[in-house]
Each structure stands twice: as C-alpha cells, then as structure tokens.
C-alpha cells in the first residue's frame, strides 16, 4: 500500500522531510504500526517518534486515534500535540 505522509513542527525537524510517499508493508494497519514502522526506518526517525505516544496524526486531515486503521489511499499527518493559548 502507497500512502503520502506529511510531517509537521519538530516532527518534520527532526526526520528531515516536510513529506513523503512510502510503501507500507502488509503488516502496518493501523496509525501505531505505521508509526513503530517509521521509527524503524534510521535515526531520524527514530529521534522525531522516540514518544510515540505524543504524536498527533489526522487521516485524510480528519483527527485519529493510534488505534485507527489506515485508509487503502490516502494521507497520513503526523504533528507534536498543540496548546491553545
């Protein structure tokens, strides 16, 4: 499966790409594997998704929970969590 990411604020620092189209294995469905899958991929990435568990992410530019499973197409956001002020 092709899926377009995007990365955001000290997420898109850290990797080093605003975005980017990967080919996802058979075995990442849902957004933590995607994100487990990422951090896999070097150092970068594993720096930006060292707390995974923080990182906000919006399918098709609808909020989702880690839980979620990915779209067949499509894009996938990842961003640091946010504060109002």
């Known amino acids: 499966m092709t899926m377009k990411l995007i990365y955001f604020a000290w997420v898109r620092e850290r990797i080093g790409l605003p975005e980017e189209t990967v080919d996802l294995p058979a075995d990442v ?5 995607l ?6 991929r ?3 990435y594993e720096t930006a998704l060292e707390r995974p568990e923080v990182i906000r992410v919006a399918i098709n530019q609808e909020h989702a929970d880690h839980a979620a499973p990915l779209p067949a ?4 956001a990842l961003f640091p969590p946010m504060t109002g002020g």
Do not use: P, R, Y
């Not at 469905?29 to 594997?33: H, L, S």
């Not at 994100?35 to 896999?40: S, V």
């Not at 197409?73 to 996938?76: D, N, Y």
């Open 29 to 33: 469905k849902t957004v933590a594997d």
């Open 35 to 40: 994100l487990n899958w990422l951090k896999e």
């Open 42 to 44: 070097g150092e970068n």
């Open 73 to 76: 197409k499509g894009e996938i």
